[in-house]
């Protein structure tokens, strides 16, 4: 019976054997699928990496004062703002430029457009626009603040602000623009001049406001507060 004992004990040995080679090829194959993982994770986050660092200075804030995050303007807002401008000529300026599209399209109608813009990422490639658009000549962009910056030189003003930042536009505005300017706000109004008109619906409606009006609003409102103080009673104080 002793060749029996020897048969299982190579059984043993075998089975034993073909354990080992198993285990040891569950432990490369499970190496394998961690080096994958690790090479996958690495692939994942270095694309997001990359997807930020392309699209943050296209989003980040335009302007310091107000946080003025960058949204193009549609094609129709491009339209409406050409629209109410089309009897108009001179030079023009577009308050946080963006992508240059507007001036670019001002540039092409004849205007001589410049554009103010805070993020240097859109300076530069609103640059490479109108270089590719033919009208560099006719165009310029600079990276700067706007409150930083007097307009007094521009005869029409487009804007596409938000309500945080129009109140205080007005007074710069209309302390630094000449008589005969105009100013286009698009996508909010100015909060207490008077449009002379408007252009478009909906969201892509635009304000035309004329110089000359807001500039004697705000005369008659200055007037009206220094009539007011000298009119008021004064109480005696006696000592």
């Not at 997807?51 to 004062?65: E, K």
């Not at 990276?143 to 005869?155: E, G, M, P, R, T």
């Not at 406001?209 to 705000?218: G, M, N, P, R, V």
Request: charged content about 15%; proline content about 4%; aromatic content about 10%.
């Amino acid at each position: 019976m002793k060749w029996r004992g020897d048969i299982m004990s190579q059984e043993q040995v075998f089975v034993g054997l073909n354990s080992a080679e198993h285990g040891e090829g569950g432990a490369e194959a499970g190496r394998g699928r961690s080096r994958l993982g690790l090479v996958v994770t690495g692939l994942v986050g270095g694309s997001l990496v990359a997807l930020y660092a392309v699209a943050a200075p296209f989003v980040a804030p335009a302007l310091r004062r107000v946080c003025l995050p960058f949204v193009p303007a549609t094609t129709a807002q491009v339209e409406n703002v050409l629209r109410a401008l089309q009897a108009r000529s001179g030079t023009l300026v577009d308050i946080g430029s963006g992508d240059g599209r507007i001036v670019i399209a001002a540039a092409q109608h004849g205007f001589r457009a410049s554009g103010f813009e805070l993020n240097p990422w859109l300076v530069w490639y609103s640059r490479y626009k109108a270089w590719r658009g033919g009208v560099h000549h006719s165009t310029s962009f600079h990276i700067s603040d706007l409150w930083k910056v007097s307009f007094a030189q521009y005869s029409n003003v487009v804007i596409f602000g938000v309500p945080q930042m129009m109140d205080q536009l007005e007074s710069k505005l209309s302390s630094e623009l000449q008589s005969t300017a105009k100013v286009v706000a698009c996508r909010f109004p100015f909060p207490t001049w008077t449009p002379e008109h408007t252009v478009g619906e909906g969201i892509d409606t635009v304000w035309v406001y004329d110089a000359k009006t807001f500039k004697s609003q705000l005369q008659q409102g200055l007037t009206a507060k220094q009539d007011h103080t000298q009119t008021s009673p004064t109480k005696d104080v006696n000592v």
